[in-house]
């Protein structure tokens, strides 16, 4: 398990990237930014974490995307150790939770590294101009879904950043499992 201990860098600017999605096109950062508001997801198919929220994932995404807030989920995860984390498995994990939104694969790692990732599930939220606002959790979730009653911490940080700008000043690290990195050759 691994927590996004580092502090929030606010006005970070979100590192440009160019990756191949599931649907067979190649995404860039200008491709999948919103108006109000871009959504940056690391996730992978077979953590625990990211599987108890992947249908939230979805549905405030949906809601962000009404608000002008748009998304998109990168899987850095070294196949080779994980290959359930395979494209192949993207493409069916993406299918079957119903994305609506851009699932790329970043063979490289060099995008999480420049995000600093460092688990999945971990949000990086940014506002009109790019520049991070929120890094933290989606919800109160962890192995398991909390109750759906539980505060949307995403949802709400987001739309605050759509309507203002400006993210929460509370902000709760995300936990999950940590990114699989590729041995240093």
């Given at each position: ?37 871009t959504l940056v ?93 929120y890094r933290g ?49």
């Open positions: 398990m691994a927590a996004t201990a580092d502090p929030l860098q606010r006005g970070f600017a979100a590192p440009d990237f160019s990756l191949p999605g599931v649907d067979g096109r190649t995404w860039s950062l200008a491709d999948v930014r919103g108006t109000n508001g997801m690391f996730i992978c198919n077979h953590c625990p974490y990211v599987q108890a929220v992947a249908d939230r994932m979805v549905r405030d995404a949906r809601e962000l995307r009404a608000l002008g807030v748009h998304a998109v989920a990168i899987s850095s995860n070294d196949v080779a150790t994980y290959p359930e984390d395979s494209f192949d498995h993207m493409k069916r994990f993406s299918d079957g939770h119903g994305f609506a939104f851009p699932y790329l694969y970043d063979e490289s790692q060099a995008v999480a590294k420049a995000y600093g990732a460092v688990c999945t599930p971990d949000f990086f939220g940014f506002n009109a101009a790019l520049q991070l606002q959790q989606l919800d109160a979730s962890r192995k398991q879904a909390a109750a759906p009653d539980v505060r949307r911490d995403l949802f709400e940080a987001m739309k605050q950043i759509a309507a203002t700008g400006a993210g929460p000043d509370e902000q709760y690290p995300s936990i999950g499992c940590s990114i699989k990195w590729k041995d240093a050759a």
